[in-house]
């Protein structure tokens, strides 16, 4: 799997768009970007995925750039509950194939 | 929404002892996961299992440690005498297997926090 790099931390004021980075210049055709998003010490939260066309959903917008070897995870209105770590990670279809956690980017939103 | 439930939320155990942790999986998911997070630390990857086998083993899950499925909706992971270093928290986690990215989606509980005194 292709591996990516994230920023170790970013801020964003509470109601203001958090648009988190990621790299991932080896990535290849089939691979897919997947972010997920951990709270605390809770459970990896699934936000989103994409290939390339890009996707939104209830939670966030996810911007692929062309060539494919960046994409950037939009909160809209970041709100003091979306302080989290949030890592971005790559991966084929390759069922039962674990997913591999970076370090993440600690997003803190502030009053 | 379904989601998958983790037993217990938090267990302390002595050195040495055995330590199951449970599991329940989203109902229809197919291929099943633990993962663990040393306190500070990443987020690592222990063990998948499909078809009532393991698919795949880290380097980390060594003889100490084994899962089962033993029934239909159980999915544990037992840690045979556990270490002062095993201290973490487990996650179990699930995928559907469905066609395409949807069902690579790997879905996460809310974690066991293990502390071995």
């Known amino acids: 799997d292709a591996k990516t790099t994230q920023p170790p931390s970013m801020d964003c004021a509470e109601g203001r768009a958090a648009n988190l980075p990621c790299n991932h210049s080896?990535?290849?055709?089939?691979?897919?970007v997947y972010w997920y998003r951990q709270i605390h010490s809770q459970g990896p939260q699934y936000i989103i995925h994409g290939l390339k066309n890009n996707e939104t959903n209830e939670m966030a917008s996810l911007i692929i750039t062309e060539d494919r070897k960046s994409s950037t995870l939009i909160l809209p209105h970041a709100t003091l509950r979306d302080t989290a770590v949030y890592y971005c990670?790559?991966?084929?279809?390759?069922?039962?194939?674990?997913?591999?956690f970076g370090p993440g980017t600690r997003l803190s939103v502030l009053p | 929404e379904p989601e998958v439930t983790q037993t217990p939320s938090h267990q302390v155990t002595q050195m040495g002892q055995e330590v199951i942790l449970r599991c329940v999986p989203i109902?229809?998911?197919?291929?099943f996961y633990w993962y663990r997070q040393i306190l500070g630390q990443k987020v690592e990857f222990l063990v998948s299992?499909?078809?009532?086998?393991?698919?795949?083993k880290s380097e980390i899950f060594d003889d100490q440690f084994s899962v089962e499925r033993p029934d239909g909706s159980n999915f544990t992971l037992k840690i045979r005498s556990t270490k002062l270093e095993d201290s973490a928290m487990y996650f179990c986690a699930s995928t559907s297997r469905a066609a395409g990215a949807s069902g690579n989606t790997i879905y996460f509980g809310e974690g066991s926090w293990l502390t071995v005194v």
């Open positions: 080896t990535i290849s055709g089939n691979e897919y």
């Open positions: 109902s229809n998911h197919l291929y």
């Open positions: 299992f499909y078809n009532n086998e393991i698919s795949e």
């Open positions: 990670i790559v991966r084929g279809l390759n069922y039962g194939q674990n997913f591999v």
